[in-house]
């Protein structure tokens, strides 16, 4: 199996610049959410699409100034349960 060394450098990206109405969490549907973490860091939660593979997928990224220091893909069957998962974890672990 290949293998490929992956920096931060290499996967930031420009993101688009959105006015205060449109960053605050919510639950309308338009397939983006974003939460203040501190520090000026802000995790985003968006619905996109692949052209290569031609699928929708989940991304969680970590994004500070703009641009997205670290991102994570996740196939949209699995957001249910991973949202439940961390659910049960911040309850065991009284968070």
Same mark, same amino acid.
């Given at each position: +199996?290949?293998?490929?060394?992956? %920096?931060?450098?290499?996967?930031?990206?420009?993101?688009?610049?959105?006015?205060? @109405?449109? %960053?605050? @969490?919510?639950?309308? &549907? *338009? &397939?983006?959410?974003?939460? !203040?973490?501190?520090? &000026?860091?802000? +995790?985003?939660?968006?619905?996109?699409?692949? *052209?290569? /593979?031609? !699928?929708?997928?989940?991304?969680?990224? !970590?994004?500070?100034?703009? +641009? !997205?220091?670290?991102? /994570? $893909?996740? $196939?949209?069957?699995?957001?249910? +349960?991973? &949202?439940?998962? #961390?659910?049960? /974890?911040?309850? *065991? $672990?009284? #968070?």
């Amino acid at each position: +199996m290949a293998t490929r060394k992956v %920096t931060e450098g290499s996967i930031e990206e420009p993101v688009e610049e959105r006015t205060e @109405e449109s %960053t605050e @969490e919510s639950s309308g &549907g *338009d &397939g983006y959410v974003e939460i !203040k973490m501190g520090g &000026g860091w802000y +995790m985003t939660i968006s619905l996109a699409h692949s *052209d290569r /593979f031609e !699928k929708e997928y989940v991304e969680l990224a !970590k994004e500070r100034g703009g +641009m !997205k220091k670290s991102r /994570f $893909n996740l $196939n949209p069957s699995h957001v249910r +349960m991973l &949202g439940e998962a #961390l659910i049960k /974890f911040a309850d *065991d $672990n009284k #968070l």
